[in-house]
């Protein structure tokens, strides 16, 4: 079965960190660009973090210099280090992987999971 999980949310205090797992199976990620998305209650979802397949890396603004996106092909898992929470944090964050062949497109989304930053 050709999925993506994701694990590692929870609740967090703001300033505190986590994070987040994003794992395949059944096929390999080394070739596809990955992207970390949130959706907020009431909100669009939005790109946070992106990474490609050689390893380059961008950040929404919201989020630079406390987020970092990496990948680890031997483990076929890409990871969301979050630091310096805030309570504008709080949503439900999905991994989407996506690969383009010529006019082929793929890509495989996650089901989410939820961080929720709280005192």
């Known amino acids: 079965q050709l999925q993506l999980v994701e694990s590692g949310g929870g609740l967090v205090q703001p300033g505190g960190s986590l994070t987040l797992s994003c794992a395949a199976s059944?096929?390999?990620?080394?070739?596809?660009?990955i992207g970390w998305f949130r959706q907020a209650p009431g909100k669009q979802r939005e790109l946070v973090a992106a990474i490609t397949s050689g390893g380059s890396t961008n950040y929404a603004d919201s989020v630079k210099g406390r987020f970092t996106i990496s990948r680890d092909n031997a483990k076929n898992t890409v990871y969301l280090q979050m630091n310096s929470l805030k309570f504008e944090d709080t949503a439900v964050y999905y991994c989407?992987?996506?690969?383009?062949?010529?006019?082929?497109?793929?890509?495989?989304w996650g089901r989410g999971a939820l961080v929720t930053v709280s005192s």
């Open positions: 989407k992987c996506a690969l383009d062949q010529g006019v082929r497109h793929t890509e495989y």
């Open positions: 059944g096929f390999t990620l080394d070739d596809y660009g």
